[in-house]
C-alpha cells in the first residue's frame, strides 16, 4: 500500500531572501535629506560665522547636504535591504538630482523674468512705442508688432517649404537627390544665425543695394533657420505612419497624393504641429540676424516691404546697449519685453496643442 508523503510548504523550504529581507521606512530618506542639509549648513555657517548673512554658501549647502544624504541612504539600504537595492536607491537619487539640477535654472529664469518684468506691464507699455522716449515712459508697441509679423512672414513661407521637402524625402525621395537633401538639411540646421543674417544681406545687397533694413529680410533670415527643423520634425513624424494605412488606401484605388493628403498629413498632424511650434520658438528669440536685416527703430511700422521694423529680442538688446537718461527705466521695458516675448511662445505652444487635438484623427467609437 502505498504512502502518501506531504510536500514541505514553500515557507519552509525557500531560503531567506535578500532583496525582501527588509524594507526602509518611508520617512527615513527625507530624514536623511533634512540631516545632511542641516549638517552641511551647520559647516558653511561655522565658516561663514564673521561674515554677512548674504555671503552663506547656499549652493554648497545644497551640494554637499545632498552628497551626505545620498551616502547616508546607501548605507543604510545596504545594511537592512540588500546591496542591490541600495544600487537601486543610488541610482533613483542621482537622476532626482540630475532632474533638479536641470529644473532650478529654468524656474530661477521664468522668477527673474516676472519679478523683474511685471513692474512694466501696463497700458503705457502696450499701446505706446519709444518713439521721442529717452527716459522713463514708452512701451513696446512697435517692437511687438514686428515679432509677430516678421514670425508670421517666416512661418508662412518656411512651413510649405519644410512640410513638402520632409513629404518628398519619405514618400518620394530616392537615391542620391534625396541623400544630398538630407545632408544639406543636416548642415543647415547647425548654421550660426547670424550667418543667415549675412546671407539676406548679401543677397539683397546684389538685388537692391547696401544699406537697406526691411522686415522682409529679418523674415527670410528666420525662414533659413527655420526650415531644417521643419523638415527634420515632419519627416520624423511622417515616417511613424504605419505603412498599413498607406497600403489600404492605395488597395481601395486611391492615388498617391490623395493619400497623403487625406491619411499621412491627418495621422501626422499633431507630431507636424510640434515641430512647428519647435521651429517657431527656435527663431523668435533671435537677435543677430534681426539686427543686420530688419534694423531697429523707435516707430511703429507694418510694412514689411519698406523701412526698418523693430523686434522684441532686439528691443531688448537696444535698452541694455542705450539706456538713455534713465537706465533703471530702459531696464525695466527690457525685463518687461522678455516677459512678453516668453508669454508670446506660451501662447503659441497652447494654440499648436489646440490645433493638433482638434484636428488629430480619431480612434475608436
Do not use: C
Not at 338 to 364: E, Q, Y
Amino acid at each position: 500500500m502505498a504512502t502518501l508523503t506531504s510536500t514541505p510548504s514553500v515557507e519552509r523550504t525557500k531560503g531567506p531572501n535578500t532583496l525582501t529581507a527588509g524594507q526602509l521606512p518611508a520617512w527615513l530618506p527625507w530624514v536623511l535629506l533634512v540631516l545632511g542639509l542641516a549638517l552641511a549648513g551647520t559647516f558653511f555657517a561655522i565658516l561663514n560665522f564673521r561674515g554677512e548673512p548674504r555671503d552663506f554658501n547656499v549652493a554648497g549647502t545644497i551640494f554637499f547636504g545632498f552628497l551626505i544624504f545620498a551616502i547616508g541612504l546607501v548605507v543604510f539600504s545596504t545594511i537592512v535591504e540588500s546591496r542591490r537595492r541600495a544600487v537601486d536607491r543610488l541610482a533613483t537619487v542621482l537622476v532626482s538630482f540630475a532632474f533638479a539640477v536641470a529644473l532650478i535654472p529654468l524656474i530661477s529664469l521664468l522668477y527673474t523674468v516676472v519679478v523683474d518684468g511685471i513692474a512694466r506691464f501696463d497700458v503705457t507699455f502696450f499701446t505706446w512705442t519709444m518713439r521721442n522716449v529717452v527716459g522713463e515712459g514708452g512701451g513696446a508697441l512697435h517692437a511687438i508688432w514686428g515679432t509677430l509679423l516678421i514670425t508670421l512672414a517666416a512661418t508662412i513661407i518656411s512651413v510649405p517649404i519644410g512640410l513638402l521637402t520632409s513629404i518628398y524625402l519619405v514618400e518620394y525621395g530616392r537615391g542620391r537627390l534625396a541623400r544630398a537633401i538630407t545632408f544639406f538639411v543636416d548642415v543647415m540646421t547647425g548654421i550660426p544665425s547670424i550667418v543667415a543674417g549675412l546671407f539676406i544681406v548679401a543677397l539683397f545687397t546684389l538685388l537692391i543695394g547696401p544699406g537697406r533694413y526691411m522686415g522682409i529680410m529679418g523674415a527670410l533670415a528666420l525662414t533659413v533657420l527655420m526650415i531644417p527643423v521643419v523638415v527634420r520634425s515632419s519627416e520624423e513624424m511622417l515616417r511613424l505612419v504605419p505603412n498599413e494605412l498607406r497600403e489600404a488606401s492605395y488597395a481601395l484605388g486611391v492615388p498617391k497624393w490623395l493619400t497623403i493628403a487625406k491619411v499621412v498629413l491627418p495621422t501626422a498632424i499633431a507630431g507636424i504641429t510640434t515641430g512647428v511650434m519647435l521651429s517657431i520658438s527656435r527663431v523668435i528669440g533671435e537677435t543677430a540676424p534681426l539686427l543686420l536685416t530688419a534694423g531697429f527703430t523707435t516707430s511703429l511700422n507694418t510694412n514689411l516691404l519698406d523701412q526698418p521694423m523693430m523686434t522684441l529680442p532686439v528691443f531688448v538688446y537696444t535698452q541694455f546697449q542705450n539706456p538713455g537718461t534713465n537706465v533703471d527705466a530702459a531696464l525695466a521695458r527690457a525685463w518687461g519685453a522678455a516677459l512678453t516675448l516668453i508669454l508670446i511662445v506660451m501662447a503659441l505652444n497652447l494654440i499648436a496643442r489646440f490645433v493638433a487635438k482638434k484636428f488629430a484623427p480619431k480612434f475608436g467609437r
